[in-house]
């Protein structure tokens, strides 16, 4: 049976290695260096004076100042089988893992042509669509770069295992869960890194029992009320929610049934209500959606979509309804100033986003100032709807498997994923002008994508991380 999240499951076993393996190259007498970084068959080696000069002349032409490059390139012996594949575990034959090329600059289909570049480098595998690297200014470089690995019986065992302890340690499950969380899994470890559950094993059922009966005493005391009852708030805040839901995923025939709607209203309804602080903001509906196919699969299956939800039990449309209310709450809780009076919490991250494209692609900064391209124009919606609207659902679950391991995932983390997206998108951004440039953004090309796409942007927004988060004086130009 295919499963809907993935069909391929290549997750980066990356913070270990990254963590491991540091090594300290000092700089030259002019503090410039030229750092190079290829690996292939477990090999360090240097690359010929061809393609120095040609990474020297590509940074020193978009910043004079800056002459380190930073190149990671997944190991040719990384397309070797890990193990023996669960097939229960839906993973499609014959994928390799991805490999991080420092020429490439798109992970679109139509810009093959990049990859040229790489051709020089020996056994290492091509994928054409893997994005470009960061160049950065730095001290010293990482010496082991990141890798994929299928999920394996070994993994699914430890899952089994961790998720078993009576008392669990979250650290661990959130490390574990980084690279991705098998789909049979998924349901329990997202409600576990929520608080949702508690650790304590013998605790989780009866936890998870009350939550979903307080949820469904709450629905007749906000919901289900007369209309005559409700406020002009309330009854505007009904309607303004009632639209939003219609126009959530509207290429998915799920989201467009009556039942799907109607929960979705409910949800929204209640959090709004019992958060007055904030309230209902637009884009707050599309966050509900990875939740609720989530827990959808793990009642349904996964062939949900092309189920009749008329023949699925009111109980359990109850019970994926009160977990995607509580787990949707948990989150919001953690961005609240998101959805504040002027949602100083996304300001900052649209700030914190232009500092960094900055100091990476100062090129395509000056491209967008001169065509009067404000940040805010586009990356407001990355940040409010946090790419949902941009990359398809079944890869934004994959995305926020690692978000909700990393520590401020979806406000810190992410802020570095959209630089490594925007960066990806640099060769075709850099051709377009004035609103094309804004059309382009705003429907970026990313239908076709694949888990593999979706890994090296983690992949490579964890090394942006690396180098700048809480080191303001990198982002210095």
């Known amino acids: 049976m295919r499963s809907f999240f993935t069909s391929t499951k290549t997750p980066g076993v990356i913070k270990q290695q990254i963590k491991s393996n540091p090594k300290v190259v000092q700089s030259s007498s002019n503090n410039q260096s030229n750092l190079s970084l290829t690996t292939s068959n477990d090999n360090l080696q240097i690359n010929d004076s061809k393609m120095q000069k040609s990474q020297e002349q590509q940074i020193e032409n978009s910043n004079s100042n800056i002459k380190t490059s930073l190149e990671i390139i997944i190991p040719s012996n990384e397309n070797k089988e890990l193990n023996t594949i669960d097939n229960s575990n839906n993973i499609s034959n014959g994928t390799n893992s991805p490999n991080i090329g420092n020429n490439s600059n798109n992970l679109n289909n139509s810009n093959n042509s990049n990859n040229s570049n790489n051709s020089n480098t020996p056994n290492t595998p091509t994928t054409p669509n893997s994005p470009s690297i960061i160049h950065s200014q730095k001290i010293g470089i990482i010496e082991t770069p990141p890798t994929?690995?299928?999920?394996?019986?070994?993994?699914?065992?430890?899952?089994?295992?961790?998720?078993?302890?009576?008392?669990?340690?979250?650290?661990?499950?959130?490390?574990?869960?980084?690279?991705?969380?098998?789909?049979?899994?998924?349901?329990?470890?997202?409600?576990?890194?929520?608080?949702?559950?508690?650790?304590?094993?013998?605790?989780?059922?009866?936890?998870?029992?009350?939550?979903?009966?307080?949820?469904?005493?709450?629905?007749?005391?906000?919901?289900?009320?007369?209309?005559?009852?409700?406020?002009?708030?309330?009854?505007?805040?009904?309607?303004?929610?009632?639209?939003?839901?219609?126009?959530?995923?509207?290429?998915?025939?799920?989201?467009?049934?009556?039942?799907v709607r109607k929960c979705f209203e409910r949800i929204l309804y209640v959090w709004s209500i019992r958060h007055p602080a904030s309230g209902y903001v637009q884009g707050i509906n599309d966050l509900v959606t990875p939740f609720f196919v989530v827990f959808l699969a793990e009642q349904i299956g996964p062939?949900?979509?092309?189920?009749?939800?008329?023949?699925?039990?009111?109980?359990?449309?109850?019970?994926?309804?009160?977990?995607?209310?509580?787990?949707?709450?948990?989150?919001?809780?953690?961005?609240?100033?998101?959805?504040?009076?002027?949602?100083?919490?996304?300001?900052?991250?649209?700030?914190?986003?232009?500092?960094?494209?900055?100091?990476?692609?100062?090129a395509l900064v000056q491209h967008l100032d001169a065509q009067e391209i404000e940040f805010h124009q586009f990356s407001f919606r990355w940040m409010n709807?946090?790419?949902?609207?941009?990359?398809?659902?079944?890869?934004?679950?994959?995305?926020?498997?690692?978000?909700?391991?990393?520590?401020?995932g979806f406000s810190v983390f992410h802020v570095y994923v959209c630089a490594v997206f925007l960066k990806n998108w640099s060769q075709n951004l850099k051709q377009l002008f004035s609103l094309d440039i804004l059309t382009f953004l705003q429907r970026p090309p990313t239908k076709d994508w694949t888990v593999k796409h979706v890994e090296t942007l983690l992949a490579e927004a964890y090394v942006s991380k690396s180098l700048y988060h809480n080191a303001p004086s990198h982002l210095r130009v």
Request: with cysteine.
């Open 148 to 259: 994929f690995a299928v999920v394996t019986n070994v993994k699914l065992e430890k899952f089994s295992k961790i998720l078993k302890e009576s008392n669990l340690d979250l650290d661990h499950l959130r490390q574990l869960s980084w690279s991705g969380i098998p789909d049979e899994f998924r349901p329990t470890v997202w409600r576990l890194s929520l608080g949702l559950l508690p650790t304590n094993y013998d605790r989780r059922t009866s936890t998870l029992e009350r939550k979903r009966k307080e949820y469904s005493e709450w629905l007749p005391q906000y919901f289900n009320t007369a209309e005559d009852s409700k406020d002009e708030y309330e009854r505007a805040l009904l309607r303004q929610i009632h639209f939003d839901v219609i126009r959530t995923q509207p290429t998915w025939p799920l989201f467009q049934k009556e039942t």
């Open 303 to 362: 062939n949900f979509e092309n189920i009749d939800l008329t023949t699925v039990p009111e109980s359990t449309i109850k019970i994926i309804e009160a977990d995607t209310y509580w787990c949707l709450s948990s989150l919001l809780d953690n961005i609240q100033d998101h959805y504040t009076c002027d949602q100083p919490g996304i300001q900052r991250m649209m700030i914190k986003l232009r500092e960094l494209a900055v100091r990476t692609d100062p």
């Open 385 to 408: 709807c946090l790419l949902m609207r941009d990359v398809p659902l079944r890869l934004v679950i994959r995305m926020w498997d690692t978000y909700l391991s990393e520590i401020d």
